[in-house]
């Protein structure tokens, strides 16, 4: 089992522990989290659910505000971020 494998396992059995498992581990690769993000992504379904797991496993400050970024202009976010707030519609993931 490689580690995005064990972060996605451990996350599914109890979320407090993985979320501080994962914490004392340290940041995880690009890869890894990509990983996790694809379970988030089909475990949520574009729902609300997605702000209960934002605020539980994202590595980003927005976590605190269930994953709502509020408004941002542009020029403000990384390029590949921006580019896809502009392609996809409300509740879609890509």
Do not use: C, W
């Not at 209960?52 to 390029?79: F, I, P, R, T």
Request: glycine share 10%; no cysteine.
């Amino acid at each position: 089992m490689d580690a995005a494998e064990n972060r996605i396992e451990r996350s599914n059995t109890n979320p407090k522990t993985a979320k501080m498992a994962e914490q004392l581990e340290g940041a995880r690769s690009k890869e890894d989290a990509i990983e996790v993000l694809k379970g988030y992504a089909a475990e949520s379904n574009g729902s609300e659910k997605f702000a209960e797991l934002a605020s539980v496993y994202s590595d980003d400050s927005s976590h605190a505000k269930k994953g709502n970024l509020g408004s941002l202009g542009s020029g403000k976010m990384q390029k590949p971020f921006e580019e896809a707030t502009y392609v996809l519609e409300v509740g879609q993931t890509g």
